[in-house]
């Protein structure tokens, strides 16, 4: 993992979410789904309830970090254990299992920014 250059974004408080605030991700959860369907890989599947979103997220192990403006969630990274992926695994490894960033707020930076956050929240506690 290394950081992306870019410039700093103001205005914005990067955080990672507790298990107890798991449920304020799921309007940009189901923006997302949205996203998918509407996308030319079309993933027509019915979204998770939030009941269901939290439920998944503990089982898998997730952390959610997050862009908040003025107490606004708008953009958010899921790290978790279990990936899609067969070449890196291990104790020191996180996928990207899920990211989103609300239109009005593309193009600014934020979410180089909040990958940043991510890295190097992660980076302190030994992941690579």
Do not use: W
Not at 55 to 80: L, P, T
Not at 85 to 93: D, L, Q
Not at 96 to 104: F, N, Q, S, V, W
């Amino acid at each position: 993992m290394e950081s992306i250059n870019c410039e700093f974004c103001a205005g914005y408080d990067l955080v990672e979410l507790s298990e107890a605030e798991y449920h304020f991700i799921y309007l940009l959860h189901l923006a997302l789904y949205q996203h998918y369907q509407e996308s030319t890989f079309f993933m027509n599947r019915e979204p998770e309830t939030q009941d269901e979103v939290i439920v998944s997220s503990m089982q898998e192990g997730a952390r959610y970090f997050v862009a908040k403006q003025n107490g606004k969630i708008c953009a958010f990274v899921k790290i978790s254990d279990p990936g899609e992926t067969f070449a890196a695994m291990g104790e020191t490894y996180r996928h990207i299992r899920g990211a989103y960033c609300l239109p009005e707020y593309r193009g600014k930076g934020l979410y180089q920014n909040l990958l940043n956050f991510t890295i190097s929240v992660l980076k302190r506690e030994g992941y690579i």
